[in-house]
């Protein structure tokens, strides 16, 4: 199986911006979902988005986070601005072939593909 693979995490000073891709499997690609987790903390879903362009984000994300995607290119982004330092942990994303419906999108095990991981750090 073919598995979601994420670039661009880095290290950033708070109130920066960075921008995660996530090159999906070809028959994988309608839904992504991110997530993060950070040391000591539980995973998290960040954001979710479908082909028909249905979004849903987290409340601390709302508003500096957007999700957008190539199609050409079978690759998913999270554009993350303004981040914070409490945004800090490893961005994973998880992909699936059909058109999700939010209420779905923040479940882990809904999706049958995900990625290992790229890791972010802002600092204060």
């Known amino acids: 199986q073919v598995q979601p693979v994420e670039s661009g995490g880095g290290s950033v000073q708070a109130g920066g911006s960075l921008r995660l891709s996530c090159k999906a499997p070809q028959d994988r690609r309608n839904t992504v979902g991110w997530f993060r987790q950070s040391p000591g903390k539980e995973r998290e879903a960040v954001a979710g988005r479908n082909d028909a362009g249905v979004t849903r984000f987290a409340d601390s994300v709302q508003g500096r986070f957007t999700v957008s995607k190539d199609n050409a290119a079978n690759t998913w982004y999270l554009q993350m601005n303004d981040l914070k330092p409490e945004d800090t942990g490893m961005y994973y994303c998880?992909?699936?072939?059909?058109?999700?419906?939010?209420?779905?999108?923040?479940?882990?095990?809904?999706?049958?593909?995900w990625g290992r991981g790229t890791q972010v750090t802002v600092s204060s």
């Open positions: 998880a992909t699936h072939g059909y058109n999700m419906s939010p209420v779905w999108m923040f479940i882990w095990s809904q999706y049958d593909r």
